[in-house]
């Protein structure tokens, strides 16, 4: 299984981003976790393929909405009042379970390259 994260870029604090992850297979659980410099990865939200149910990180919680189309097997994570906190590289991550979502990154087998997300304020 392949990921492919896009999206990223330079924004102004308020303002908003989609990120992409686009899967060549699989119908497990997906999330997006995020790394800062000098910080550990974090997760950030997740859904569960098959029913659409989604968590998030209570840092994002109100901000950011996770969604998926089925068609195209492909994960968007709508980022809204961004803040320079949000800087970091974003990557996209399929489960190993379905409908078992976890904040864990070792419970993801699979991993897209990241995408750089930078809040200027």
């Known amino acids: 299984v392949q990921l492919q994260a896009s999206g990223g870029g330079l924004v102004q604090a308020g303002g908003s981003l989609r990120l992409s992850c686009a899967a060549s297979?699989?119908?497990?659980?997906m999330g997006w976790f995020r790394q800062a410099p000098g910080k550990e990865r974090e997760f950030v939200a997740g859904?569960?393929?098959?029913?659409?149910?989604?968590y998030y990180a209570n840092s994002v919680k109100g901000r950011f909405t996770v969604s998926r189309d089925r068609a195209k097997r492909t994960m968007y994570l709508q980022m809204n009042s961004l803040n320079a906190e949000d800087t970091a590289v974003y990557y996209c991550a399929l489960s190993r379970y379905a409908r078992r979502l976890s904040p864990q990154a070792s419970d993801y087998a699979y991993w897209g390259q990241g995408t750089q997300v930078t809040v200027s304020s």
């Open positions: 859904i569960v393929w098959d029913v659409s149910s989604t």
């Open positions: 297979g699989g119908t497990y659980d």
